[in-house]
């Protein structure tokens, strides 16, 4: 998995990781669950890649996080629409929005974080 990411810029690497996460967020809503899948494999393709591990933390958490308010997986999502009577539609045509906006700006914060080596102090 490292080799054909190793021709990449550590930026697309750590955006790809930000976009992987968003997508198996979907599959598994836990954080726990999906740091438990997910960082075992994303630490060392970080280490491999040369980007530092707190990269990858913060493509993970950006990842979870804002995915949670918007896929149908998450379980407090759909009681807190439920209790609403909102429908699940009607919120992810509101929240997308913001939803892209958001994710525009963890790019940006990603971005910056591998440009100035963000890593242990």
Known sequence: MSQPLSALPPVATALGMFIMNSVFNFFVSSGSGQAAIMMPIQTPLADMI?????????????????????????????????????????????????????????????????LINLGPF
């Open 50 to 114: 040369g980007i530092f591990r707190q990269v990858s933390v913060l493509a993970f958490q950006f990842g979870d996080g804002f995915s949670n308010v918007l896929y149908p997986t998450s379980g407090p999502l759909m009681a807190s629409l439920a209790v609403a009577g909102v429908s699940w539609i009607k919120w992810a045509k509101w929240f997308m929005p913001l939803f892209l906006i958001w994710s525009a700006i963890a790019c940006i914060l990603l971005t910056i974080a591998v």
